[in-house]
Every structure is written in C-alpha cells, then in structure tokens.
C-alpha cells in the first residue's frame, strides 16, 4: 500500500490543478482511471476563458485567474493567447445582452458596443439580414487558452514537488480506516491519506457513494461540437469566439476552420460521452440559421459532459458528512478557466493558506463553495 498526504481521485483539469497547489505542502498522489490524463471533460472543452458566462462567483474565479493564464511556464511555454469574445443578439435577444454587457463591464474593462454592421466587419458570415443580428459587444480582454501546456505545466509542478500522477489507476472501492482513507484500484492496487479529494468530474457523486458519503446531486450535462471548412476566400484565424447573448448557438476558429456549438444540456449518465446525430444535425442547422455558410461535410464532431451542481456554482470543501473528504467538483462549462481559482481554493482550505483577497473582492467565499450549501440528495 502507498500511503501519502493528499490522495486525489481524477486527472482533468480540477484533480491536476489541484495536485499542483498541493504537492509542496505534503506527498500527493493523483490517480486517473484512463490511461491519458484529461481524457474526459477536460480533453473536449472549447477552451475559452470569457465573461460570458456564470454566475458572479463564476466571473469572479475567472477574473482571479487570468494571471495565472496569462503567465508562460518556467520552461517558457505559453497556457494561452489573447483572444477576443463577441456577444451577437437577434432582436428578441437584445435586453439579454444589455443585462450580460452591464454583468460583464464589472470584469472586464475591454467592452465595446456594436451595431450589426460593427459585427459583421468582425466576422462577415453572420447573418444580419431580417431577423439576424442587430447588435453586439466585443470584449477584448478574453483568451483562447491551451488545455494540454495547461495539463503538463500542472503535472510537472506536482512531479517536481515530489508528487506523483498515476495512469490506468481506476477506483473501485473507497473505505475509511482509523485516521486514513483506503482506496483500491481495479489493479488491486491500495493508496492511503487523511485527506481525499474527490476530483472526479462527472463520477463524484459515484465517487461519494464509494466512500459512503452522501452525494451532492450532481448533474452531468452533454454537450456537443462540430468541425466544419470556413469559406475558402475568408482567413478565419483572428475571429472572436462569436455567442448569442442568450445559450443558443456559439462558434470559434480553430486551425483555419471553424467550431460551432448548439449549446446543448443533454442530461446523462457518467460515461464517455458521444455526439448523437440529433445534436449534431442541430449545431449544423443553428451555422444556417446564425451565417450564410451552408454546411456542406461536418469534418468531426465530439462531445463532452459539463457537470453542475444545482445553483451551478462549483463546489470546494471538506463534506459535513465525512472526516478528510474533500469535494472539487461541478465545474460545469468553465472548468478551465475557473481552475487556477479553484485550486486555489482547494490549497486554502486544505494546506490553511491565505484565502485569496481578491477571490473574497469578488465575492467567491468560502461559503459561496462550500458543499453545505448543497441539500444532499439519495
Ligand atoms: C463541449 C464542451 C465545451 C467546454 N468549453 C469550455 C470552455 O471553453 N472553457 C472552460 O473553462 N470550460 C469549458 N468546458 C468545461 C470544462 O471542460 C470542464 O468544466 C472541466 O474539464 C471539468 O474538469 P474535471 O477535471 O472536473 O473533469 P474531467 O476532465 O472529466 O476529469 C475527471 C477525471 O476523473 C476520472 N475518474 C472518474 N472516475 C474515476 C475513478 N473511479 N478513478 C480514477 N479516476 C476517475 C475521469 O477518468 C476523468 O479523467 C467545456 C466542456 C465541454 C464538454
């Protein structure tokens, strides 16, 4: 049996992040049941960090992580790039952006309002003819964000601290004993530590029944995109990531061709996520229904689940139920750009570090993430 200080179940976003705030204050062990590390959520988001969405605490964790973002690793790799996002609205979704202009001006200080023909020299496919859009803000302070530098920056700073990551290292049973808990692999491999972290994004709650905690109620939602050619005479590699102002439809550039999204909520079992022709027939009819490009061949599509908790605010701490049982977990669509916030978070709360003043600027207390708050649900 390998026995540390810090054991976490989950190797996306959330579980490295949080091994890598972890591991200089005692020996973390990180067990992933797939043999690649952000196999899950993690490997299949847009990766967009913007204001465009979630709750205030939400805004405020991403406000609070863009330095870490912003700032290349010691090896001098860069975790993401100045990007812009577009906020679109038809005329019935005009008062929705007026109300995410005046939510967003309190992030960010690079908001500008557009009229139709504003948007449409930003990205000249949308459609603004008879029902199509009419208005827009730009906000210039957002980034594209690189996922996988994001995973092995994370996964080196807990390899340098001593820690270790651990492929191929399912959890099949979770038992506390004494002072620890014991966790057993499919291997048959046992891992001990006071403190466990459940981590595992849209198996916490199957991760909480393991360990006879109670579950959080947590709901994982799919979510589905397509790849598809960009007209040929257009260089499409600057476009802002391009919402509706209300959840229907987003797009953004990737490698030269595009992305689009139905911004679907498909609710689901924990699983390996696959996109069913419906949704991917829906992300298509919203790129005719939103730009002038028919959509001849979708090149790939994918999907992935986004997990929410019920007021769809993440959740950091130690369950009421359960000594040493540590919650990260419903990370929803903003997994990655709220991570270097909650792995803060986690470090606080865990390790007794400072609270960070700018996290409680912005009204993301201890409170506001704490599993409490949360009725627990059979
Ligand atoms: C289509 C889509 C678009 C998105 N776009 C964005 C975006 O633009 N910006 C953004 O910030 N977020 C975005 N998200 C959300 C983001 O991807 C998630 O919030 C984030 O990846 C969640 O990370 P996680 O570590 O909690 O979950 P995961 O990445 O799913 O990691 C959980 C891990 O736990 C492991 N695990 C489960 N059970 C066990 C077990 N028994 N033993 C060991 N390991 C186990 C799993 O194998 C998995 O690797 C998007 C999501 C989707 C699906």
């Known amino acids: 049996m390998k026995t540390a200080d810090f054991l976490i179940i989950g190797g996306g976003i959330a579980?490295?992040?949080?091994?890598?705030?972890?591991?200089p204050h005692g020996r973390t062990l990180l067990l992933e049941a797939e043999s690649a590390f952000g196999y899950h959520s993690s490997g299949r988001s847009a990766t967009f960090y913007h204001f465009g969405i979630g709750k205030s605490v939400v805004r405020g964790m991403t406000a609070f992580s863009r330095t870490h973002f912003e700032t290349p690793t010691a090896a001098g790799v860069e975790l993401s790039r100045p990007s812009a996002a577009l906020f679109i609205a038809t005329p019935g979704m005009v008062d929705g952006l007026d109300e995410l202009e005046a939510e967003m001006a309190r992030y960010s200080n690079g908001l500008e309002r557009l009229d139709a023909t504003g948007v449409k020299a930003i990205v000249p496919i949308l459609n603004t003819s008879g029902d199509g859009?009419?208005?827009?803000?730009?906000?210039?302070?957002a980034r594209r964000l690189d996922s996988e530098?994001?995973?092995?920056?994370?996964?080196?700073t807990l390899k340098k601290a001593g820690g270790e990551a651990i492929p191929d290292a399912r959890v099949v049973a979770v038992a506390r004993e004494g002072d620890a808990w014991t966790v057993t692999t499919a291997t048959g491999d046992s891992y001990a530590a006071p403190i466990l972290i459940?981590?595992?994004g849209a198996w916490c709650d199957e991760i909480a029944r393991l360990?006879?905690?109670?579950?959080?109620g947590l709901q994982p939602l799919r979510r589905t995109?397509?790849?598809f050619d960009a007209p040929a005479e257009l260089d499409v590699r600057d476009w802002p990531f391009?919402?509706?102002a209300v959840d229907d439809f987003y797009m953004l550039p990737e490698s030269g061709r595009l992305l689009a999204c139905p911004v679907d909520e498909v609710p689901s079992d924990p699983g390996d996520a696959q996109p069913e022709e419906y949704d991917i027939a829906l992300a298509a009819s919203k790129v005719e229904e939103y730009t002038s490009v028919p959509i001849r061949r979708i090149s790939h599509s994918w999907a992935g689940l986004r997990t929410f908790t019920h007021d769809r605010v993440p959740v950091a701490g130690f369950a009421p139920d359960a000594s040493g049982f540590f919650w990260l977990a419903g990370q929803g669509g903003y997994g990655l750009q709220t991570a270097p916030a909650m792995s803060a978070i986690t470090e606080a709360l865990i390790a007794g570090t400072a609270w960070p003043g700018m996290l409680t600027e912005w009204g993301v207390t201890r409170e506001a993430m704490s599993p409490e708050r949360l009725k627990p649900r059979g």
């Open 15 to 23: 579980g490295v992040s949080a091994a890598a705030r972890l591991a």
């Open 225 to 227: 995109i397509i790849v």
């Open 198 to 200: 459940n981590a595992a």
């Open 149 to 156: 530098a994001l995973q092995q920056d994370y996964r080196a």
């Open 242 to 244: 391009t919402k509706t």
């Open 211 to 216: 360990a006879g905690v109670a579950p959080l």
């Open 133 to 141: 859009v009419v208005a827009g803000v730009i906000d210039r302070t």
